[in-house]
């Protein structure tokens, strides 16, 4: 049995996120950096819903569990934006979903991005995916030669393009980690664009949003930081992607790239330039999240982790209302992503809406 106490991520001690620190450096499948202490504690700083319980027994600190709470209802911290959650434990903790809810005081925790390992989860899980890694662990040479085994063609157009760019454009060069406010500002209006060109919701159309990325892109420390990547064009940015690393992980957030140059395909040039620049500063993996129906992600990926989402809901009256009220979108949800067919079709309606919104 663990004592469970809630606090505030600004209320955590020094000792506390040390041994946070800790439990992630000691296991590798929650090394991701969105479990970091560093990102519940940004978060905190933008949204005074977040909380962390902090679970101890007889031996110590047993793991933090980071959640947003709203009225009895949990979610993830961060998680419009989030692409990993769960309990950061010790090796060998277990825990009771059920009872772990109950000492937060929530009645229903939401998650869309469980990270692996996590048995207290398996029987609320609703869906399973397959997240696009790429293994840097071995250096650069060694992933480009397994790249060029297993996805040639990719390769081959990839770097023709690049050289087609250089010939009819510029010089092209690159740059792992920018301090440059302007063009991290650039980068966004980019997303933005592309959000809006897709039909899809823009992340950076919420002040939140902005405001935790840039405390996030200020943060560079060896456990933590974000990172922005650069491509450039006769030295004019042309394409970028901002994500979070931790000591081994980057994740692959925001990429986005200026449509005067589509047809260069510069974002795919740009991951290969990024990839290159973080084997070369020692990170072991970059983790481009799902991958299924972006052939890119595919194309990149040396192997598959899984994630899932799902929901946990206690036996009381609010969880049952908060079923009747979710549980149909869900499951419409959960129809469309599981057939391909159905998820292109909504995915070129999308597109087509989005194009005519933004004439």
Same mark, same amino acid.
């Not at 949990?74 to 903790?93: D, I, Y």
């Given at each position: 049995?663990?004592?469970?106490?809630?606090?505030?991520?600004?209320?955590?001690?020094?000792?506390?996120?040390? /041994?946070?620190?800790?439990?992630?450096?000691?296991?590798?499948?929650?090394?991701?950096?969105?479990?970091?202490?560093?990102?519940?504690?940004?978060?905190?700083?933008?949204?005074?819903?977040?909380?962390?319980?902090?679970?101890?027994?007889?031996?110590?600190?047993?793991?933090?569990?980071?959640?947003?709470?709203?009225?009895?209802?949990?979610?993830?911290?961060?998680?419009?934006?989030?692409?990993?959650?769960?309990?950061?434990?010790?090796?060998?903790?277990?825990?009771?979903?059920?009872?772990?809810?109950?000492?937060?005081?929530?009645?229903?925790?939401?998650?869309?991005?469980?990270?692996?390992?996590?048995?207290?989860?398996?029987?609320?899980?609703?869906?399973?995916?397959?997240?696009?890694?790429?293994?840097?662990?071995?250096?650069?040479?060694?992933?480009?030669?397994?790249?060029?085994?297993?996805?040639?063609?990719?390769?081959?157009?990839?770097?023709?393009?690049?050289r087609k760019l250089g010939r009819d454009v510029g010089e092209v060069t690159s740059a792992f980690a920018v301090d440059s406010?302007?063009?991290?500002?650039?980068?966004?209006?980019?997303?933005?664009?592309?959000?809006?060109?897709?039909?899809?919701?823009?992340?950076?159309?919420?002040?939140?949003?902005?405001?935790?990325?840039?405390?996030?892109?200020?943060?560079?420390?060896?456990?933590?930081?974000?990172?922005?990547?650069?491509?450039?064009?006769?030295?004019?940015?042309?394409?970028?992607?901002?994500?979070?690393?931790?000591?081994?992980?980057?994740?692959?957030?925001?990429?986005?790239?200026?449509?005067?140059?589509?047809?260069?395909?510069?974002?795919?040039?740009?991951?290969?330039?990024?990839?290159?620049?973080?084997?070369?500063?020692?990170?072991?993996?970059?983790?481009?999240?799902?991958?299924?129906?972006?052939?890119?992600?595919?194309?990149?990926?040396?192997?598959?982790?899984?994630?899932?989402?799902?929901?946990?809901?206690?036996?009381?009256?609010r969880a049952g209302l908060h079923w009747a009220r979710t549980e149909p979108v869900r499951l419409a949800r959960r129809a469309?992503?599981?057939?391909?067919?159905?998820?292109?079709?909504?995915?070129? /309606?999308?597109?087509?809406?989005?194009?005519?919104?933004?004439?």
């Amino acid at each position: 049995m663990y004592e469970v106490g809630v606090l505030r991520p600004g209320e955590l001690s020094t000792s506390e996120i040390d /041994a946070w620190r800790d439990m992630q450096r000691g296991q590798s499948h929650l090394g991701n950096p969105f479990l970091s202490p560093d990102f519940t504690l940004a978060m905190g700083e933008v949204d005074r819903r977040v909380r962390v319980a902090v679970a101890r027994d007889d031996d110590g600190i047993a793991g933090f569990f980071p959640y947003e709470e709203r009225s009895g209802v949990g979610a993830a911290v961060g998680a419009w934006v989030s692409l990993c959650q769960g309990v950061v434990h010790r090796p060998g903790a277990s825990f009771d979903a059920a009872a772990l809810l109950r000492a937060c005081g929530l009645h229903v925790w939401e998650f869309g991005c469980l990270v692996a390992r996590q048995p207290w989860f398996d029987p609320y899980v609703t869906l399973t995916q397959d997240a696009a890694v790429l293994d840097l662990a071995d250096g650069w040479p060694a992933y480009l030669r397994e790249l060029r085994g297993r996805s040639p063609k990719f390769l081959k157009s990839t770097q023709y393009k690049e050289r087609k760019l250089g010939r009819d454009v510029g010089e092209v060069t690159s740059a792992f980690a920018v301090d440059s406010a302007e063009e991290f500002r650039l980068l966004r209006a980019w997303k933005s664009e592309q959000y809006r060109r897709n039909g899809r919701a823009d992340r950076f159309g919420r002040p939140w949003v902005v405001e935790l990325v840039e405390r996030l892109h200020a943060v560079d420390s060896k456990d933590f930081g974000g990172v922005l990547s650069m491509l450039y064009v006769g030295g004019t940015p042309v394409a970028g992607h901002f994500g979070l690393r931790s000591r081994t992980t980057l994740i692959g957030w925001f990429p986005a790239y200026d449509p005067r140059f589509a047809k260069y395909s510069p974002g795919l040039i740009q991951h290969l330039r990024m990839a290159e620049g973080a084997a070369e500063a020692g990170l072991e993996t970059i983790d481009l999240s799902v991958g299924a129906g972006y052939e890119y992600k595919e194309a990149l990926a040396s192997r598959s982790v899984p994630i899932s989402e799902g929901v946990v809901r206690r036996r009381t009256g609010r969880a049952g209302l908060h079923w009747a009220r979710t549980e149909p979108v869900r499951l419409a949800r959960r129809a469309v992503l599981g057939t391909p067919a159905i998820h292109r079709l909504a995915d070129r /309606a999308l597109k087509t809406y989005g194009r005519r919104r933004s004439r």
